[in-house]
């Protein structure tokens, strides 16, 4: 699976971004797929993950409630809905999958993901 991100950009404190991403080469519908993000000189970070299914989501605590991950299998995409953006959200945005079965919830985990996209940048402004 080859995945590609999408849908970062420059935005003022309080405005929203979308980003995408989008899976190529074979469909991820059997595959739990994760947000992270890193910012400059910081660790990549857990953000936002949704279960194979779509109908468990998880979100760290600095993005929950501002933040709604969802998928749409017939686009063969997941997308990161991003409101209420602050500054500390500026960073790179990775989408990572990774193959699961139908029941478990996504890994919080970076490594336990074996595909990654190459990241989009989020600026925020103050």
């Known amino acids: 699976v080859q995945l590609q991100a999408s849908g970062g950009g420059l935005v003022q404190a309080g405005g929203s971004l979308r980003l995408s991403c989008v899976a190529s080469?074979?469909?991820?519908?059997?595959?739990?797929v994760a947000w992270f993000r890193q910012a400059p000189g910081k660790e990549r970070e857990f953000a936002a993950a949704?279960?194979?299914?779509?109908?468990?989501?998880d979100y760290a605590d600095s993005v929950k409630g501002r933040f709604t991950i969802s998928r749409d299998k017939a686009k063969n995409t997941v997308s990161l809905q991003m409101n209420s953006l602050k500054p500390e959200d500026t960073a790179v945005y990775y989408c990572?999958?990774?193959?699961?079965?139908?029941?478990?919830?996504?890994?919080?985990?970076?490594?336990?993901?074996?595909?990654w996209g190459q990241g989009t940048l989020v600026t925020v402004s103050s």
């Open positions: 990572a999958s990774q193959r699961t079965i139908l029941t478990v919830r996504a890994s919080l985990v970076k490594e336990d993901y074996g595909n």
């Open positions: 949704i279960s194979r299914s779509g109908s468990m989501t």
């Open positions: 080469r074979r469909p991820f519908a059997d595959h739990a």
